[in-house]
Every structure is written in structure tokens, then in C-alpha cells.
């Protein structure tokens, strides 16, 4: 019979309509076959990881920690305004007190993110309610740096969430306390949208979908909302997707469903996976545990597998997200003594193919950053290409323009097989005239048609940032 198997037993075959007939649906559910089922995950040794930091104290569920495969950015505590450091990979052990900060901001920054397209660029965003973009030297830093390349000013309150367009170059959202949320063009220091009048509260937070043509946002209302941002539009609304107080979080994954974080009524950690065509009843809803603090999903397009670290926790969960009902698997827990204050996770093409890593976290302590390594337990030595299917890269697939003209780009993939090994010998090259020209004076949109024709003297800010925003590995 069709999913049914006849288990033969002795002297005669059982039929299939026998008490021990097993449809093939339960046997899977008994043993599910999974590559990920024995991921285990091991906090480094000591003298690999970053000591005596002062991580921030700030009030704010941020993961205060960014990471790329040359630097960690770490949120600290600063007198007199805000700051953050930024540690090549391999400054490992005790940082100094006087090691050189990224200082600029005059209010504690509430948090930070590596460009996906260049690996020394990095934002922040501050109570000061402004957004800056930094250039890290190459080796990086060597003084404290106050300057930024560009300050992107728009929002009358603090600025919470930064984040990354993941395939247009120059692309970043903001969003504010002031519950608006705003798309830069960097390139240029031009806010392009503002989307406002959609969220009546707090924003929680905000992701892109894989190709950056939709965005999904959580919010103080308990709505999740998915938003077309070049139309301005809301394409998408569940209220009460979680009917706890507690913050939610919200996210995309790689087939378009949105995987939320949050609470119920009785003060439940749940997790739930919608599908953003029907957003009435959620796929499925897993209920874990009564801690209450906020669980930050961190998702791995290449695997499927997210995980879950919750602020104030000292564990992270991890599960595997499948086509097949109940959807999301539960694979294990990491659980450790201390716990976290914020959470780093290290791009794909940081990790170390030839030890099976599949995820790697960067745990911040009270005074310390404690890298966190997820391995698949493999004996072959060889590269596993089902563990590495060919992953995002650090090429945009569009320009800014190109994006706010309406185009869509998936992300240009690369492979691992050979280990991602990033470009040191980097070329400058100016394209066009940066319009922060016309933004640094007002004269200037008064100036004559005859002054435009002729060749301006770059300023700092432009030359400094197209040589930032152009840089490619050779």
C-alpha cells in the first residue's frame, strides 16, 4: 500500500492493515535525518579571546556586536558621548584601556553594522539621533577616529537599528524612536524614503528579505508588518503575533516565510513561522521557556538553521527549518555559565570550512568577548559541499540607483571550496561626483551653471568615501 510498510516477522508477512503496519510519515518522525542533528558548539580557549572590555551598559536589545571576516566591533562604555571598538580578528587577549575607539557620537551608541560590500566600512547608530558611516584602516586603528566619512541626519529621536541593504552597494536603513524608518543612499547622504505614519510605536526591529526588494519589521503594537519600501506601501499585517508585552522580533528567511520571536500571554518565549502570503494563523508556534529576556534570532540562509540567543541567557538554541510540517526542528542547546550581554555572528565566509564550522558567535561577558564555534562532527578531511552550498559574497549585485529605480538583485554567490580569502591589494577609483557637494553648503545649489561646469575640488568627505565605497579585491 502507499506510505505504508509490511514488516515481516517470523513465519508471515503482517498486512497493511495490522496494529504494527508503520506509515513512512511516523518512522520519519521518529528518527529525523538531518545533517545538523549532532552541530555542537565550543566556547574557544581563553587566550582567544578578547579581554578587560567594558562592554556597554545601556539600556537597549541590541546585539551591541558586529563581526566580518577581518574585524569585531564591540558596543562599549564611554564617557561623554559614545563609542565602540573595532579589533582586528586576530587582537586577541587583553586590550589596553588606552587601545583607539571609534568616538564620534555625543551619545551612547545603540548599534552597529558591518557594510556586507566592504569590510572596512561599518554604521552606527546613537541616542544623538544621528547615523554615521566609518572607514576602518586596513590594519585598523591605530588613533581614535571622531571623523566620520558622512553623518546622516533625518530622525528627532535616538536611532536603534542599523542595517545593511544585503545586494544594492550604498544601501542603509535607519530607524528611530521616533518610529519612522528611513533608507539612505551613503554614496550620496541623501535620505531617499522615510517611512512614516506606519508604525503608532516603538520599532523593535527591521530585515530585508534576500534580495532587498521587501522589508519586515516588529513592533511595540505586537504587529509584524511586511513593507514594499519603494512603493511605500504595506504589503502584509498580523496584529498580536505575539500577545506578550515583551519585545518581538521579526525576520525574513531565505523562501520569503518570516520566522517571530516574542511572548505570550503567560509570559512564554515562543517562536513562530508565518507565511507572508497568509498571515492570519502562524505555520507552527513553539513554546520554550519562562526567561524573559528578549531572544535575538540569528538566521543561516545556507542551512536553514537559525539560532536563538536570548539577552541575559547563557545558552543558545538551535533549530532547522525544513518544508515539511512541523516545520521547525529543534537540534540542540549550547549552554554555558556566564551570561550574554549582546551577540556577534560571524558572516559564512569567515568561517573555517576545513574544521566543519558552520556558525560562529561572538559572546559578550560583563568584561570580555568570548568567541563561540558550531561545528558539524565530519571525520573526512575534505571539503563538505553539502555543509558549504555556494554562499552570498561580497559583491553588490546593484547600485544604489539601479535599486531605487525599481531594480531587484539576488545576492552574487561564491564558493568556499578553496576558503574565502579577502582582497589586500585594494584599488581606489572615483566614479562620479559625490553629491555630498551640493549638501555640504546650500550656496552651492545657488552657484551658477557656469561654476558646475567647471572641475570642484573634491572635499574630504566625498574623495574619502568613494574610495571607501569603490574598494575591490584585485
Known amino acids: 500500500p502507499p506510505k505504508s510498510v509490511c514488516l515481516s516477522i517470523g513465519f508471515g508477512k503482517i ?4 496494529v504494527v503496519c508503520l506509515k513512512l510519515d511516523d518512522m520519519r518522525r521518529v528518527v529525523r535525518q538531518s545533517k545538523f542533528r549532532h552541530v555542537f558548539g565550543q566556547a574557544v580557549k581563553n587566550d582567544q579571546c578578547y579581554d578587560d572590555i567594558r562592554v556597554s551598559r545601556v539600556t537597549w536589545d541590541s546585539a551591541f556586536c558586529a563581526v566580518n571576516p577581518k574585524f569585531v566591533a564591540l ?7 559614545g563609542a565602540f571598538l573595532v579589533l582586528p580578528l586576530h587582537k586577541t587577549g587583553r586590550i589596553d584601556k588606552s587601545y583607539p575607539t571609534v568616538c564620534g557620537h555625543t551619545g551612547p551608541v545603540l548599534d552597529i553594522d558591518w557594510c556586507p560590500h566592504n569590510d572596512q566600512v561599518i554604521a552606527s547608530g546613537s541616542e544623538d539621533c544621528t547615523v554615521m558611516v566609518w572607514q576602518i584602516p586596513e590594519n585598523g586603528l591605530v588613533t581614535s577616529m571622531s571623523e566620520p566619512v558622512v553623518i546622516l541626519e533625518g530622525h528627532s529621536k535616538r536611532v536603534g537599528i542599523i542595517t545593511w541593504h544585503p545586494t544594492a552597494r550604498n544601501i542603509l536603513l535607519s530607524a528611530g524612536c521616533d518610529n519612522q524608518i528611513i533608507i539612505w543612499n551613503v554614496g550620496t547622504g541623501e535620505a531617499m524614503i522615510n517611512l512614516e505614519d506606519m508604525h503608532p510605536d516603538v520599532i523593535y526591529n527591521v530585515c530585508w528579505n534576500r534580495n532587498g526588494s521587501l522589508i519586515c519589521t516588529s513592533c511595540k503594537d505586537k504587529s509584524i508588518r511586511v513593507i514594499d519600501p519603494r512603493k511605500q506601501e504595506i504589503v502584509g499585517e498580523k496584529e498580536k503575533a505575539h500577545e506578550g508585552a515583551r519585545p518581538m522580533r521579526a525576520i525574513f528567511l531565505s523562501d520569503g516565510n518570516i520566522l517571530t520571536t516574542g511572548f505570550s500571554r503567560m509570559s512564554e518565549r515562543q517562536l513562530a513561522l508565518w507565511n507572508t502570503q497568509n498571515l492570519e494563523e502562524p505555520m507552527t508556534v513553539n513554546e520554550m521557556d519562562t526567561s524573559n529576556g528578549v531572544l535575538l534570532p540569528f538566521y543561516d540562509p545556507d542551512t536553514n538553521v ?7 541567557d547563557s545558552s543558545i538554541r538551535y533549530f532547522e527549518i525544513t518544508d515539511e510540517a512541523p516545520y521547525v526542528h529543534f537540534l540542540n542547546t549550547f549552554a554555558s555559565k556566564e551570561p550574554q550581554r549582546g551577540m556577534g555572528y560571524m558572516p559564512k565566509r569567515g568561517l573555517d570550512v576545513n574544521k566543519c564550522e558552520i556558525a560562529r558567535f561572538y559572546k559578550l561577558h560583563e568584561r570580555k568577548c568570548e568567541p563561540i564555534v558550531m561545528t558539524v ?3 573526512s578531511d575534505l571539503f563538505q559541499d553539502d555543509l558549504y552550498p ?6 553588490p549585485a546593484l547600485e544604489a540607483e539601479e535599486w531605487f529605480d525599481g531594480k531587484n538583485g539576488d545576492p552574487i554567490l561564491i564558493s568556499l571550496k578553496n576558503g574565502y580569502v579577502p582582497g589586500k591589494n585594494r584599488e581606489f577609483k572615483v566614479v562620479k561626483k559625490n553629491m555630498l557637494d551640493n549638501k555640504v553648503t546650500k550656496n552651492s545649489e545657488k552657484s551658477s551653471s557656469s561654476n558646475k561646469s567647471s572641475h570642484p575640488a573634491p572635499s574630504i568627505v566625498s574623495v574619502c568615501f568613494h574610495q571607501c565605497v569603490q574598494l575591490k579585491p584585485v
Open 306 to 312: 537559525v539560532y536563538l540567543c536570548g539577552k541575559g
Open 390 to 395: 555556494d554562499t552570498a559574497g561580497p559583491d
Open 75 to 81: 558596543i562599549i562604555e564611554a564617557s561623554g558621548g
Open 15 to 18: 498486512g497493511p492493515h495490522s
Open 377 to 379: 562532527p565530519r571525520k
